[in-house]
Each structure stands twice: as C-alpha cells, then as structure tokens.
Nanobody
Framework: QVQLVESGGGLVQAGGSLRLSCAASGRTFSSYAMGWFRQAPGKEREFVAG????????YYPDSVKGRLTISRDNAKNTAYLEMNNLKPEDTAVYSC?????????????????WGQGTQVTVSS
C-alpha cells in the first residue's frame, strides 16, 4: 500500500505559478513511477505529467509541455509538479498517482494508488 497526499493548490492569477507536492508513505516510493492528472468540472480526467521511478525520464502531453515540470525526490518520498504561466483552462483538481512500474503511463487505469487531489483555480 502507498498513501499519497497532495498539497500546494490554491487560487492564482493567470500567468502565475504554483508548485504542487505529492507526499508518499507506505511502500518504497522509489519503486513506483509517478503521474499527475487533472480533472475539470464536466471533463474527463487528463494526464499532465509523468516521471519514471529513478527520475531520469519525464513525459508530458503537448497541451502542457513547456509550462509544467514534474520532478521527484526519492530521499524525501515526494513528487512535485511545477506549473508556470498558468491559464484559466488549467483550473482543475490535480491528483498524483503511483504506478507499480519503472515507467509512467498516460493512462489513469494503469496506476495503482491515487491521492485525494488538490484544487487549482486560475483566475483571468
């Protein structure tokens, strides 16, 4: 079992930045690839970033590439999502997820553990 807790969400103006954290406890954090997903009201959950378990490879969809950066600190059992130049369309609940694999996936169904999520609201 892995427990994931997100933090760092909030209200920010367009063009601003936020840094989300995902603190893990339980099984060995470095055994899991990590992903960040978001879900806006009335929309499907969307993959926004992934990182392999060693932190050497990252993955992003084109919609966020260049604005979002995923990282991890295995010594601190924490994954991060740095978000810059935020836009109103980035407003969503952001959740981190752990996958029992070396590599991240853009499919939510391939993740084994999920956090509760943290709200990010970007005002125009």
């Amino acid at each position: 079992q892995v427990q994931l807790v997100e933090s760092g969400g909030g209200l920010v103006q367009a063009g601003g930045s936020l840094r989300l954290s995902c603190a893990a406890s339980g099984r060995t954090f470095s055994s899991y690839a990590m992903g960040w997903f978001r879900q806006a009201p009335g929309k499907e959950r969307e993959f926004v970033a992934g990182i392999n378990r060693s932190g050497t490879s990252t993955y992003y969809p084109d919609s966020v590439k260049g604005r979002l950066t995923i990282s991890r600190d295995n010594a601190k059992n924490t994954a991060y999502l740095e978000m810059n130049n935020l836009k109103p369309e980035d407003t969503a609940v952001y959740s981190c997820a752990a996958r029992s694999s070396a590599y991240a996936s853009d499919r939510a169904s391939e993740y084994d553990y999920w956090g509760q999520g943290t709200q990010v609201t970007v005002s125009s």
